[in-house]
């Protein structure tokens, strides 16, 4: 089934930068895409970002493209979120997921049901 394990959260003051990183076991990645969601106190889960790990296509939401960068350690099985710029209205719980896509994984930030398995979450948060 796999297990996924997000860590790097934390709080900063706007501006600042954070580094997710998502490690993932137990199931071949490469025959998945890797995603992050974030839930926001009183809001949905969106997804931010993710990472068709077969073919190398990523996705970001409009809010956080041009500060958010997903990447991937291969030798590691470990994805990367690189958070820049941070925002108050970036802070949430984030969530790392393994997606079941066969190519493009942007259709999947809209599906809960395309998600294999979750990590447990890590909080960011962003205040003054």
């Known amino acids: 089934q796999g297990q996924v394990v997000e860590s790097g959260g934390g709080l900063v003051q706007p501006g600042a930068s954070l580094r997710l990183s998502c490690v993932v076991s137990g199931l071949r990645l490469d025959d998945y895409g890797i995603g992050w969601f974030r839930q926001a106190p009183g809001k949905e889960r969106e997804g931010v970002s993710c990472?068709?790990?077969?073919?190398?296509?990523?996705f970001y939401t409009d809010s956080v493209k041009g500060r958010f960068t997903i990447s991937r350690d291969y030798g590691k099985k470990t994805i990367f979120l690189q958070m820049d710029n941070l925002e108050p209205a970036d802070t949430a719980v984030y969530y790392c997921?393994?997606?079941?896509?066969?190519?493009?994984?942007?259709?999947?930030?809209?599906?809960?049901?395309?998600?294999?398995?979750w990590g447990q979450g890590t909080q960011v948060t962003v205040s003054s």
């Open positions: 997921a393994v997606l079941r896509v066969f190519f493009s994984c942007a259709p999947a930030m809209d599906n809960m049901d395309r998600v294999h398995v």
């Open positions: 990472l068709s790990t077969n073919d190398g296509s990523e």
